[in-house]
């Protein structure tokens, strides 16, 4: 038998990723169960209907330049742990004396850490991804699911407080989603 060639193999190793792919992500309808950290409230497995709602909410509006703002960027579990009854829920994983585990910070301690961050003249941050990750991913660029929110970081109302405490002391929320890291 010949060798494949390198198109070939190339083709071989893509339908082994696709074959991977659908069992190890996910999209959850909002439910009883999952409700306190699911972005999405559709309540049925229909994910083209899938979507969010804030009601009550007023959006802030984007700036004339983002190259105008000074941004923080920063890895959430890295930062602050304000709720330390998240740091265990899911998939385990925390341990503050191993720089390979999560620290257990959270949208509560970023929260509490904003007069800071507005002392040092930033006006937006930019957060590590927020959906639900594996047992001990604390970067969060290994997301399963992009419509429930990863428990150890808080919950749906934690982190519409952070945007809504960020947005009154007139700093900007981005939150680093990227789709090729599933």
């Known amino acids: 038998m010949a060798p494949l060639s390198q198109h070939a193999r190339c083709h071989a ?13 996910t999209a959850a309808p909002w439910n009883s169960q999952n409700s306190a950290w699911n972005v999405n409230v559709e309540e049925k497995h ?13 959006y802030f509006p984007s700036p004339d330049d983002w ?11 890295r930062f602050a742990d304000g709720d330390p009854r998240n740091n265990e829920l ?3 994983g925390y341990d503050v004396r191993d720089m390979t585990y999560r620290h257990g910070g959270d949208f509560v301690g ?13 006006k937006g941050i930019w957060i590590s991804p927020i959906f639900q990750n594996g ?32 947005h009154r002391l007139g700093i900007y929320v981005l939150v680093d989603v990227v789709m090729n890291h599933m």
């Not at 190793?13 to 992500?25: K, Q, T």
């Open 46 to 58: 229909e994910p083209w209907n899938y979507r969010g709602e804030w009601p009550g909410h007023t």
């Open 13 to 25: 190793l893509c339908l082994c990723v696709l074959a991977w792919f659908p069992s190890e992500v």
């Open 110 to 122: 970023l929260k509490n850490k904003l007069p800071y961050i507005k002392g040092l003249g930033i």
């Open 90 to 92: 899911l998939f385990g």
């Open 67 to 77: 190259r105008e703002l000074t941004i923080y960027q920063l890895i959430t579990d």
């Open 135 to 166: 047992f001990n991913f604390y970067h969060q660029y290994a997301q399963q699911d992009f419509t429930v929110l990863d428990q150890r970081l808080g919950t749906l109302e934690e982190l519409r407080a952070l945007v809504t405490e960020a």
